[in-house]
């Protein structure tokens, strides 16, 4: 785009229109110069918003939740969004039919704006592609936003756990919560929801959650910050405020003891060393060290060379 | 080390002494100059063994079915390595009695090397101080070396996914095989075994591999490898003539086509490149990096700069 189109573009995001934004975003999945400088024209404008991430096994029930946290958030605030990385979700196409009617109401909202992202083939990867979604739709002025990610693979359960609040959405009859755990959840949740409260199971997943953070706390300081594990059945409704009420006091939380900045700190550094180790593939492979490589391997499988060796001679060929 | 003793270390490896082979193992885990000097040395000595891949999800048997293997190849070889890159296999500490057993016969044949290796902390990642291992063991005249990798996480199935032969253990009562399959171990699978082939659903575990290959087989040529799906019981030995048997013939197929050639080259290729990433991050990370790192942080928390432009900025000072 040149560079008048560029700033109709940040304009119309500024001004929450939203075919700006859809296309801001589709650019920035594609990932050119455009975006580049878009994304440049809009940092000043953004970190108001609050970065809520939801993430847990698939079935758990999230897009629910976040259907009903959205409509709860928007009582109070102009502007809602939504970035949702998880192919399960109703906006992503992998949803129940009552789902989708469910998500219908929130779709039509026009201040709401939700956005999924292709969970391949993002130009630098999903990570980075996602956290400058979430960056447009803070410079648009959305509060909260919210990123809903399916809490299978480190990538995804990562950007879950760059927002200044994760929930955590766990439920009886998902299969594996063993598996969730194993995954990372455990670590990255501010908040613990055990969905579906009303099935067999719930009381004990529950108790369970509490005793390994029981486990957990053990040396933390009084003034650590307890995830609450809260009930709901997000297919009613019940449950909903509690989530927000505690989403509220974790945000309290990090103000008063100065952890957001610490937090939006460690979520910056994380995404420089993303887009950094991109750039730096990016750099490296060249058409010459790509046959370069085809060399090395060749040496070595003819036992002219060791492994190690060999991506010496590539790195010192590299760097003249 | 001194390069006499360095010298030593390599005739002892090769002349299949243990505490030499053990010796070498642990320079190479910690990654020094001696293990660059003693991996240089051996490179020659490199390439007869074949190499045995062992995955599955934990409690499948795989170390069970290893134990087994290891034993029937005995009696046709000088000489069987094992390494283990498993946290519930017994080498590493993870085992039921029975099995701690049935392995110390196995422990106490002094034509068996066994090795486990940390699963964390590896210098230069787990994958690279694997294969360097299989390495020596094969320098040291073993064949086969088999490589037991847990088939949970990318890395670890990716370890098992370099041998010449792939193995794949599930078992029917080993909770979520569809998550082994999510795993990528469908992917990987040269031979399939059904564990424990004497509990209930073992049969139809079976033919839902054979369904979803045959699937995967739709526009494979006649002359592709059709991985086969064998019952076993490892535990009484049943079934593990047919997986050598089944192993022996996945050789000849890869010997008689070309193909051992094409997947040493790409195990080479893939070994060349983690190492690269590693040496890369090594070179970059200097302690001006560092630095210039923090600052850029701080630049995109004050709005200064978005994380692409910081990310640009660092490789661009990286590189004079």
């Known amino acids: 785009l040149e560079p008048n189109a560029i700033e109709a573009l940040v304009n119309g995001v500024l001004a929450f229109e939203r075919r700006s934004i859809g296309k ?11 975006a580049r400088a878009f994304l440049s024209a809009i940092h000043p404008r953004i970190g108001s918003a609050r970065r809520l991430g939801i993430t847990g096994p698939p079935g758990a029930g999230k897009s629910t939740l976040v259907a009903f946290l959205v409509k709860a958030y928007r009582g109070g605030s102009q502007r809602v969004g939504v970035v949702a990385v ?3 979700s109703p906006y992503s196409g992998g949803a129940l039919l009552g789902d989708r009617v469910r998500m219908s109401a929130l779709t039509t909202d026009p201040g709401v704006f939700i956005r999924s992202m292709a969970s391949r083939g993002a ?5 980075r592609a996602t956290w400058d979604a979430v960056d447009v739709l803070d410079a648009a002025g959305c509060d909260p936003v919210v990123i809903e990610t399916v809490g299978v693979g480190q990538t995804e359960v990562e950007i879950a756990g760059l927002a200044d609040t994760t929930i955590v959405v766990l439920s009886p009859e998902v299969g594996d919560n063993v598996q969730a755990m194993k995954a990372g959840l455990m670590e990255i949740a501010d908040i613990f929801v055990v969905n579906k409260a009303d099935r067999n199971g719930a009381e004990a997943l529950a108790r369970d959650i509490t005793a390994i953070l029981g486990l ?13 594990v809260l009930l709901a059945v997000a297919q009613r409704g019940e449950g909903v405020d509690a989530v927000i009420d505690a989403a509220g006091r974790h945000a309290d939380h990090l103000r008063n003891r100065g952890l957001l900045e610490k937090r939006r700190r460690s979520a910056i550094r994380r995404r420089i060393l993303d887009i950094l180790e991109h750039e730096i593939r990016l750099r490296f492979w060249t058409e010459e060290a790509k046959r370069a490589l085809d060399g090395e391997v060749e040496r070595v499988y003819r036992k002219e060379a060791d492994p190690t060796g060999a991506a010496r001679r590539l790195l010192d060929g590299a760097s003249p």
């Open 24 to 34: 801001a975003i589709t650019e920035i999945e594609t990932g050119g110069e455009t």
């Open 86 to 88: 998880d192919p399960t």
């Open 123 to 127: 130009f630098g990867g999903l990570a």
């Open 216 to 228: 957990r706390d053990v040396g933390a300081g009084g003034d650590a910050w307890r995830p609450p």
